[in-house]
């Protein structure tokens, strides 16, 4: 299984300690989950501005970081005024990847939750603590 790590959770991922990502870090490890990235604009600067520059460069070393960027842009133009959020780049990489898991904040963008779970776009979950642990399953990333 894959998921998508949403910008706003970047510092809470980062942060060994933090209770909520120790079952994400477990997936990762033992698991073989895997995270799926883009390289277009947006991504780049979001983990850029995140300073998840050398974490994305690790995952991608050890296997688990996924790398899709073929029709990511051209589906994020595409979905520009078209969803509730701002997060256009998430959702694309979403549909494009066949990804399921959104990992954000409790407390994060509600719009970008809300257009993660539509029916009409991905039909996704969003894990946001530890207690969701049962969406980080044994990969199956396409």
């Known amino acids: 299984m894959c998921a998508i790590l949403d910008a706003n959770t970047f510092n809470k991922f980062k942060d060994p300690a933090d209770e909520d990502m120790k079952p994400v870090w477990n997936w990762l490890e033992n698991k073989s989950g895997k995270l799926v990235y ?42 520009k005024d078209k969803i509730r959020s701002d997060d256009e780049h998430i959702i694309a990489l979403a549909l494009i990847a066949g990804v399921k898991v959104l990992l954000s904040r409790r407390e994060g963008d509600r719009d970008l939750i809300t257009d993660f779970k539509s029916r009409d776009l991905v039909q996704g979950k969003v894990y946001t603590r530890k207690a969701h642990g049962d969406m980080l399953t044994k990969d199956t990333c396409p």
């Open 38 to 79: 883009a390289n277009t604009p947006k991504f780049e600067e979001e983990w850029e501005r995140g300073g998840m520059i050398h974490i994305r460069d690790q995952l991608m070393r050890a296997g688990q970081l996924k790398l899709v960027s073929e029709g990511v842009q051209e589906k994020t133009n595409e979905l």
